[in-house]
């Protein structure tokens, strides 16, 4: 009898060939990722991001000692910068840590065996990370830290090769923080694929950016799981201006009472991009609020996905979310693909959420034209205060004008 | 000048004429009011000045000064002098009122090839047309139109004329949603604009808007076309004999 192999894309048959080549290679994860492949468009998670058909090739993993030169695009800022050049740890070109901060390496990633970190294995690029992520990094903010400056999470990829980051960082109680995490640098081909854990105790108030800023031939996959305790804040926002491909997965739970989260997005997507962003609120305990706004701008050939499910598990009771998600199409030829949904098994909350897909507004349009601005001006205005809208929950003021000059100067290459 | 000349107009699709070679000339600082029943085409008359793209242009020109505006983008329109207060203005959230009157006034001088305003002279002269109409400081740094009450909205559309000096202003239905003091305030706002090389195109249903702002010239449309021209007495006429006749008539 013949014995029946499934074809292997030529990025998975690349990836195989690494995880037997490396001696890294952490193999329980390698062989949860071999059990499903590259996910497709018959994996529910994956349906609009068909990863098997869209990645062509995995380059091999980016080899140590590699130089990073450009400046941070946020160095006009006062920040505590740590960077990972092709995902390791770079001290040279890291700032000295404030008071509260400790930063480690390890080769272990530790399944601590909690909830969280279960629904991050069972992602198949999560545990593709698990299996190749070769200098996990470990950061600690202890209890009752204020953070003066932000802390910056530089991931620079110098050239065209596979590089997984993986961060897990542990934040006390009592902390004042803000996170950023700038993806930067790659090249054609590249293949980015980061996680970054947290796990926040109680009374906490974080805010957490997350910046696509790569180049825009190179495939960025992030996965965020975060988990928050009693009474904390949590405002996270997610920037996309760069790679040809991009996911960005967040995954953030609720686990203490009294908590509040507040999670935007803006992308901003032309030529043949395609960026989705996949959200799971999980809300696993009662009195928790949950606010969510992502904006797509869509050019050209674009695609934007949007998937973000609230869950309120039982007994969840007077659970507060609302989710939306908003996309304008500025071409024939763009598409937006939302997916929102609600799982709730309380009888007892308020939830809900909305998306719209649209052109401009016609009549707002001749408005501002009959005030005299020319047509790609008052695009650019309507779209600015669009993507605007998305970006005001980031309480850091610097780093909300440069987001929205970094829009400003997107909306200029469109004239 | 602003001269209209035998105006056809249909909505975009074709179906449906709305105006039928419509004559109007309004010279260089006057004010002419058009009234006319509902459907009569015009607020139509308005958009199609101001270069709204709903609309077919079937025959006939607009000059203004000269200019063929039929020709133009509605930005070029602007720069080139239309300035239309809308009936309804729309809102525009996350743009501030500052932001849009600065961008608005230094599109249309870019558009004349004039150099921008610096700062301090634009806020100056924003201050100044602010006060004149009675609108507060915070006004200009909320979302544009976001919130404002009718009344506010309509002294906004009059700031915006004041700022950008149009050389024909048009007020379609500016009365429509006025209690008795913001329709002074208006008035007055445009009687303060009212000179010899800057004319008006009035619209309106009743005769109350024109008793503040006295017109030269009457215009009674029905049917997509003027079907009588009279003096500011006219418009009276009409207050008391309603548009039964000119419906007939046309």
């Known amino acids: 009898m013949a014995t029946i192999t499934p074809l292997k894309t030529s990025a998975e048959q690349a990836l195989f060939g690494q995880a037997a080549a490396l001696p890294l290679v952490r193999k329980t994860a390698f062989e949860k990722f071999e059990q499903s492949g590259l996910p497709h468009r018959r994996v529910e998670a994956y349906h609009y991001t068909d990863l098997r058909a869209l990645l062509k090739d995995a380059p091999p993993p980016a080899l140590a000692g590699a130089h990073v030169s450009t400046p941070s695009p946020f160095s006009a800022l006062a920040m505590t910068v740590l960077t990972l050049v092709d995902g390791r740890l770079d001290l040279g070109q890291s700032s000295d840590l404030p008071a509260g901060i400790t930063v480690t390496e390890s080769a272990d990633i530790p399944d601590d065996g909690t909830e969280a970190a279960s629904v991050l294995s069972s992602d198949p690029m999560i545990a593709l990370n698990a299996a190749f992520a070769d200098r996990p990094l470990r950061i600690t903010i202890a209890a009752g830290t204020q953070l003066e400056t932000p802390l910056c999470l530089r991931l620079v990829t110098t050239g065209s090769h596979s590089v997984y980051p993986r961060i897990s960082i542990e934040i006390g109680a009592n902390v004042q923080a803000t996170i950023i995490e700038s993806h930067e640098g790659a090249a054609s081909g590249a293949l980015i694929n980061s996680v970054v854990e947290m796990r926040v105790a109680d009374h906490v108030t974080l805010d957490h950016i997350r910046v696509n800023l790569v180049d825009s031939s190179a495939t960025l996959l992030t996965s965020f799981g975060g988990s928050l305790g009693q009474e904390c804040v949590y405002r996270g926002s997610n920037f996309v201006i760069g790679g040809h491909l991009s996911r960005h997965q967040i995954f953030l739970r609720f686990e203490g009472e009294g908590s509040n989260a507040q999670l935007s997005g803006a992308a901003l997507l032309n030529v043949r991009q395609h960026a989705d962003t996949t959200l799971v609120v999980d809300h696993a305990v009662p009195n928790c609020q949950s606010r969510e706004l992502f904006a797509h701008v869509l050019d050209d050939e674009s695609t934007g996905v949007f998937q973000g499910k609230i869950v309120v598990r039982p007994g969840a009771q007077q659970t507060d979310g609302k989710m939306m998600s908003r996309a304008i199409v500025l071409a024939d030829g763009a598409t937006m693909n939302n997916k929102p949904e609600l799982e709730i098994f309380a009888d007892d909350v308020a939830c809900g959420h909305g998306a719209t897909v649209g052109a401009l507004d016609d009549d707002l349009l001749f408005y501002l034209r009959a005030r005299g601005l020319p047509k790609r001006e008052a695009e650019a205005l309507m779209l600015q205060a669009f993507v605007g809208e998305a970006l005001e929950g980031i309480a850091h003021d610097g780093l909300r004008e440069h987001l929205e000059t970094l829009t400003e100067n997107w909306l200029k290459t469109r004239a | ?250």
């Open chain 2, 1 to 250: 000048m602003l001269e209209i000349r035998n105006l056809h107009v249909a909505i975009e699709d074709g179906s449906k004429k709305i105006l039928n070679g419509l004559n109007l000339t309004i010279r260089d600082g006057e004010v002419a009011a058009i009234m006319g029943p509902n459907g009569s085409g015009k607020s139509t008359l308005s958009y199609v000045i101001a270069g709204k793209e709903d609309y077919e242009v079937l025959d006939g020109e607009i000059l203004l000064n000269g200019h063929n505006l039929l020709e133009m983008e509605p930005d070029a329109r602007a720069a080139a002098g239309v300035f239309l207060a809308f009936q309804y203005p729309l809102e525009i959230p996350g743009v501030a009122t500052m932001t849009f009157l600065k961008a608005a006034l230094n599109a249309q001088r870019k558009g004349r090839g004039e150099d921008e305003l610096t700062t301090p002279d634009f806020m100056r002269r924003v201050k100044l047309g602010a006060e004149k109409l009675g609108i507060p400081q915070d006004m200009l740094k909320r979302g544009l139109n976001v919130g404002f009450s009718g009344g506010e909205k309509k002294r906004m559309e009059i700031l915006q004329m004041a700022l950008l000096e149009p050389s024909i202003g048009i007020l379609d239905e500016t009365d429509s949603g006025l209690d008795i003091d913001a329709l002074k305030i208006v008035s007055e706002g445009v009687n303060a604009l009212r000179s010899a090389n800057r004319s008006f195109l009035v619209i309106t249903h009743y005769q109350r808007l024109l008793n503040y702002i006295v017109p030269d010239t009457v215009h009674v449309m029905s049917k997509g076309k003027i079907v009588r021209t009279g003096g500011k007495e006219l418009a009276l006429e009409l207050e008391a004999n309603g548009y039964a006749d000119y419906v007939e008539a046309a």
